[in-house]
């Protein structure tokens, strides 16, 4: 029998359980000792199931995956990290398929047929289950795999000490937000006091694999497209084809996101959760956004929605404050639309260059700073700068995020809380979609239920048919932005 790939209830505290169980994953009944067990993209196949002469938009496709190790064996365990798409080089077309995984080296991938003409079937092997279970071992027992410099100055004296969340030596300096309480500390100077803590940049990456652990994460094995047997299929229109956005409301709080959540046709969205629209002309944005005070703080994937909204309104204007530009603050306006965005990144840990510590703000203490009302936007997103730690950092964090929206919302029921899910991208130890996906799994159950808009780029960002990227080209931007705006002016 396989064993679970849980999180260790010794360093959960009790309340977040019912998270823990969220984020289950089947792992291998034991470390595997040798490579060649261990699951190949290039041993394993995928075959459709009830082929059909006719295909029509609004079916489905169902597509049986038999995992198989380097030496052709099939897998006997789940576990693995497959992703499914469905996709049209042609049309610029794609949609995500879903994967279930019967724990017995078997999967059946889902796929939607959202558009008419020609498609085809994509499995990838992202991560086998072997490389999975060391990803999530090290990153509840390694997180210091991560480190980060904390430069202390005083008096022209001046000391770069290790930083982290949490640091095992025994003399450190421990930095408690007085807003927020979080907790970030530093391996104490020589010289210098703690106070003379003044800038704060990433350290770098400690290796904590061996060799056999190097192998089954090595890009040879990873983010592969498996072989398969499913030819290329025409779809055809029919009365299903009309369901599939006829019946939806427009964009509002609280919706819950579908699987998939949507899909691209001609290099386009159409979201299957609400009634998107799309702004193809900067006035139609500007009209939308006029008279909004916007706070966007997250990391460099909400960035990018920031410097598009600016590239995209030729009347916004930045305004220089004179900050290390990848953390912020940044400001744009448009004095005339009555148009303020502004751009923080979220608070410690954080990768990025040196950066005055000043500059850094926990988002809750962000939050407990906005008045709020009919015309205030908040986009947050918080994800990726945690994927390497343990997971209780991540619930930690959450839960004070929660209670600071839950405050707005109670004071200024009419602002507009949009929550930015995961991107897809990375596909290292450190920082992977499989890390990330337990996270976004994660954040859309911190804020289910709460009035607030989950805006689900995961899906966006995974069957485009630009490469995997953190940070995805412009196509994509554009489409997530129009989702943004969807759901600020639905109408």
Request: with cysteine; net charge positive; proline share 7%.
């Given at each position: 029998?396989?064993?679970?790939?849980?999180?260790?209830?010794?360093?959960?505290?009790?309340?977040?359980?019912?998270?823990?169980?969220?984020?289950?994953?089947?792992?291998?009944?034991?470390?595997v000792?040798?490579?060649?067990?261990?699951?190949?993209?290039?041993?394993c196949?995928?075959d459709?199931?009830?082929?059909?002469?006719?295909?029509?938009?609004?079916?489905?496709?169902?597509v049986?995956?038999?995992?198989?190790?380097?030496?052709?064996?099939?897998?006997?365990?789940?576990?693995?990290?497959?992703?499914?798409?469905?996709?049209?080089?042609t049309?610029?077309?794609?949609?995500?398929?879903q994967?279930k995984?019967?724990?017995?080296?078997?999967?059946?991938?889902?796929?939607?047929?959202?558009?008419?003409?020609?498609?085809?079937?994509?499995?990838?092997?992202?991560?086998?289950?072997?490389?999975?279970?060391?990803?999530?071992?090290k990153?509840?027992?390694?997180?210091?795999?991560?480190?980060?410099?904390?430069?202390?100055?005083?008096?022209?004296?001046?000391?770069?000490?290790?930083?982290?969340?949490?640091?095992?030596?025994?003399?450190?300096?421990?930095?408690k937000?007085?807003?927020?309480?979080?907790?970030?500390?530093?391996?104490?100077?020589?010289?210098?006091?703690?106070d003379?803590?003044?800038?704060?940049?990433?350290?770098?990456?400690?290796?904590?694999?061996?060799?056999?652990?190097?192998?089954l994460?090595?890009?040879?094995v990873?983010?592969?497209?498996?072989?398969?047997?499913?030819?290329?299929?025409?779809?055809?229109?029919?009365?299903?084809?009309?369901?599939l956005?006829?019946?939806?409301?427009?964009?509002?709080?609280?919706?819950?996101?579908?699987?998939?959540?949507?899909?691209?046709?001609?290099?386009?969205?159409?979201?299957?959760?609400?009634?998107?629209?799309?702004?193809?002309?900067?006035?139609?944005a500007?009209?939308?956004?006029?008279?909004?005070?916007?706070?966007m703080?997250?990391?460099?994937?909400?960035?990018?929605?920031?410097?598009y909204?600016?590239?995209?309104?030729?009347?916004?204007?930045?305004?220089?404050?004179?900050?290390?530009?990848?953390?912020?603050?940044?400001?744009?306006?448009?004095?005339?639309a009555?148009?303020?965005?502004?751009?923080?990144s979220?608070?410690?840990?954080?990768?990025?260059?040196?950066?005055?510590?000043?500059?850094?703000?926990?988002?809750?203490?962000?939050?407990?700073?906005?008045?709020?009302?009919?015309?205030?936007?908040?986009?947050?997103?918080?994800?990726p700068?945690?994927?390497?730690?343990p997971?209780?950092?991540?619930?930690?964090?959450?839960?004070k995020?929660?209670?600071?929206v839950?405050?707005?919302?109670?004071?200024?029921?009419?602002?507009?809380?949009?929550?930015?899910?995961?991107?897809?991208?990375?596909?290292?130890?450190?920082?992977s979609?499989?890390?990330?996906l337990?996270l976004?799994?994660?954040?859309?159950?911190?804020?289910?239920?709460?009035?607030?808009?989950?805006?689900?780029?995961?899906?966006?960002?995974?069957?485009?048919?630009l490469?995997?990227?953190?940070?995805?080209?412009?196509?994509?931007?554009?489409?997530?932005?129009?989702?943004?705006?969807?759901?600020?002016?639905?109408?």
């Open positions: 029998m396989s064993q679970t790939t849980t999180v260790s209830s010794r360093t959960i505290n009790p309340k977040f359980t019912k998270f823990i169980r969220l984020i289950d994953w089947p792992g291998p009944p034991s470390p000792r040798h490579y060649n067990f261990s699951t190949s993209p290039n041993k196949n995928y459709l199931l009830s082929p059909r002469e006719v295909y029509r938009i609004g079916e489905k496709l169902e049986i995956i038999t995992a198989r190790d380097h030496n052709g064996q099939p897998k006997q365990y789940g576990g693995d990290y497959f992703r499914a798409k469905l996709h049209s080089p049309l610029k077309a794609g949609v995500t398929g994967v995984d019967y724990n017995n080296g078997s999967y059946l991938a889902t796929l939607l047929l959202p558009w008419p003409g020609e498609a085809q079937v994509q499995i990838r092997l992202i991560h086998s289950s072997e490389a999975v279970d060391i990803m999530k071992r990153r509840e027992s390694h997180p210091e795999k991560v480190y980060f410099n904390g430069y202390f100055e005083l008096n022209g004296t001046r000391e770069i000490m290790e930083c982290n969340l949490e640091v095992s030596r025994k003399d450190v300096c421990t930095y937000d007085p807003a927020t309480g979080n907790i970030w500390q530093c391996v104490r100077p020589q010289k210098l006091p703690c003379s803590w003044v800038y704060h940049s990433m350290g770098g990456y400690r290796k904590v694999t061996n060799h056999l652990e190097d192998s994460l090595s890009g040879s990873t983010n592969k497209i498996i072989p398969g047997s499913v030819p290329l299929i025409n779809v055809k229109t029919g009365n299903s084809s009309v369901g956005t006829s019946n939806l409301s427009v964009c509002r709080r609280g919706q819950d996101s579908p699987q998939p959540s949507g899909f691209y046709y001609a290099d386009e969205w159409t979201s299957l959760s609400c009634l998107g629209r799309h702004f193809p002309q900067p006035a139609d500007l009209t939308c956004l006029k008279r909004k005070d916007i706070y703080m997250g990391d460099s994937t909400l960035r990018q929605w920031f410097e909204i600016v590239r995209f309104i030729p009347s916004l204007k930045r305004i220089d404050l004179h900050v290390h530009y990848p953390t912020g603050p940044l400001l744009a306006v448009d004095a005339d009555g148009l303020v965005i502004r751009y923080r979220h608070g410690l840990p954080l990768k990025t260059s040196k950066t005055l510590v000043s500059n850094l703000h926990y988002e809750s203490a962000q939050l407990a700073g906005i008045d709020g009302g009919p015309h205030t936007v908040v986009v947050m997103t918080l994800c700068h945690f994927a390497s730690f997971v209780r950092f991540y619930l930690e964090r959450l839960e995020v929660r209670q600071a839950v405050s707005l919302l109670f004071r200024s029921p009419e602002t507009t809380v949009i929550i930015k899910s995961a991107n897809t991208g990375y596909k290292m130890l450190s920082i979609d499989w890390l990330t337990q976004d799994i994660l954040l859309r159950a911190a804020f289910k239920g709460m009035g607030v808009i989950i805006l689900d780029v995961w899906d966006m960002t995974s069957c485009h048919y490469p995997d990227d953190m940070h995805p080209g412009p196509p994509v931007i554009k489409n997530e932005m129009d989702l943004m705006l969807s759901h600020i002016c639905p109408k």
